[in-house]
């Protein structure tokens, strides 16, 4: 694998470039398709709600994969992600609105590891909360 | 009654091969919003060693979270797959996936503990390609009790 990303040029608390994503109701259904999850609370208002929810929610695992966005990016080889964890912790409320909502993904190098690999620890804000918790990424540098 | 602590250390049977498809990783990057080239132009994979396209790295929750549904439905699990919430996820990666690839996953149950009212069951997830290991899934399931 070939990082784009030189271990000599990193630094412990340099930020990663953060990235917001706009996700609708249709952005859900793709990833529905998608992932092959069809649990009734990411496209269905009446379900999400009779289970407590206050409306229909985004998969976690959508984004688990907009905060590794953030590495990727800064990384270049997707390979170089050699291990990647989250928390699920606040659900992504997605109101039927053309607009949709915003998420805010964000990271920094959080550790530099004797074995050629960094932490990458991630964030990721919603409705100004965190929504994912202990995320992190150990990536291996060129 | 909760879920059945017996059944900690069981391995379900393997799941039946799927095959990667250019179009499914395409499909699948996009549903993501990812715009990286990478997910589907084999020049830009090639360029950074690889012999062809690779998947994003949170794909193999397609196959483990496929496999996974057995032990949701296995009334020896007794797990109310009703009320089960996803609260955290752990992939370890030998190699990332790649068109061509035929994965199978076995899914063992590791661990089933009580956090209040709730269980919580951690499967591992094992992906191979051609006998090859390719990802280690960890998968914390929360079944929500009663208030």
């Known amino acids: 694998m070939a990082a784009q990303v030189a271990l000599a040029d990193v630094t412990i608390g340099q930020e990663l470039l953060p990235l917001t994503v706009t996700l609708t109701r249709l952005d859900l259904v793709k990833y529905a398709g998608a992932s092959g999850d069809f649990n009734v609370i990411h496209w269905n208002e009446r379900s999400a709600t009779q289970v407590g929810l206050p409306n229909v929610i985004a998969h976690g695992m959508l984004t688990m994969a907009g905060a590794v966005r953030v590495v990727t990016n800064w990384v270049g080889d997707p390979a170089a992600v050699v291990d990647y964890s989250v928390r699920m912790t606040r659900p992504v409320v997605v109101p039927d609105t053309d607009e949709g909502v915003e998420v805010t993904y964000s990271g920094k190098v959080g550790a530099i590891n004797d074995d050629g690999t960094v932490r990458i620890d991630l964030s990721a804000v919603f409705d100004g909360q965190t929504v994912l918790g202990a995320a992190k990424a150990i990536v291996r540098l060129a | 009654m909760g879920m059945n602590r017996d059944m900690v250390g069981y391995s379900y049977p393997p799941s039946r091969p799927y095959f990667v498809s250019a179009e499914k990783i395409r499909e699948f990057a996009d549903a993501i919003g990812e715009t990286n080239p990478v997910y589907t132009d084999v020049a830009v994979a090639q360029s950074f060693g690889h012999t062809t396209v690779c998947a994003p790295p949170t794909f193999p929750i397609v196959v483990t979270m496929a496999a996974m549904q057995e032990a949701f439905h296995d009334p020896a699990l007794n797990m109310d797959f009703t009320r089960v919430v996803h609260g955290d996820q752990r992939f370890e990666y030998s190699r990332p996936i790649q068109v ?33 290991p390719v990802v280690t899934g960890w998968s914390k399931l929360i079944v929500r009790g009663d208030e």
């Open chain 2, 100 to 132: 061509g690839d035929e994965l199978v996953v076995t899914t063992v149950v590791e661990d089933i503990r009580a956090l209040g009212n709730n269980d919580v069951a951690t499967f591992r997830t094992e992906v191979t390609s051609h006998g090859e």
